[in-house]
């Protein structure tokens, strides 16, 4: 049997294809006859809100914020060199894509690291900037949480450390 994952009213939480949210609560609904718990999630960013039921929960991919270890592993991920392939855009957008729906900031962080462009590098696509700033947005987001920062001091930490790199 799966560990049953808890969360209570006030975690923060990563979801993959929606980053971090904030959990409100358990709901109880009855589905078709069926009695069903659901976490309630909110995602302030994206005004949205998310019930994921408790037995999915872990299937689906929902986590607790990352551990100090883990991000101190996405920063210094950011401080590698970057990786980024040969390969045709469309290509590499479909991996990066994958990288930031993963929720794992490791992976995040890498896109980060190799979508940046540091300014004596030449200008990236509209799509290269939107998905950079994309994983930037959700990295930061995670980081903030985190660090009980708000996200544009966390944006500018995760900045200032690329252009240190």
Known sequence: M?????????????YPTHGVGKVLGIETHEISGETIDLIVIKFEKDRMTLRVPVGKAQQSGLRRLSSR???DSALAALK?????KKTMWSRRAQEYEAKINSGDP?????????????????????SERQMYQAALDR??????????????????????LLKAA
């Open 106 to 126: 490791v992976s995040i962080a890498e896109v980060v690291r190799d979508l940046h462009r540091a300014d004596d590098q030449p200008d990236q696509s509209f």
């Open 69 to 71: 270890k883990m991000m």
């Open 139 to 160: 990295l930061a987001r995670e980081l903030a949480a985190l660090e009980a920062i708000d996200e544009q001091a966390a944006a500018d930490k995760l900045e200032k």
């Open 2 to 14: 799966a560990k049953k994952i808890e969360f209570t009213a006030g975690d923060y939480v990563v």
């Open 80 to 84: 590698g060199r970057s990786r980024a």
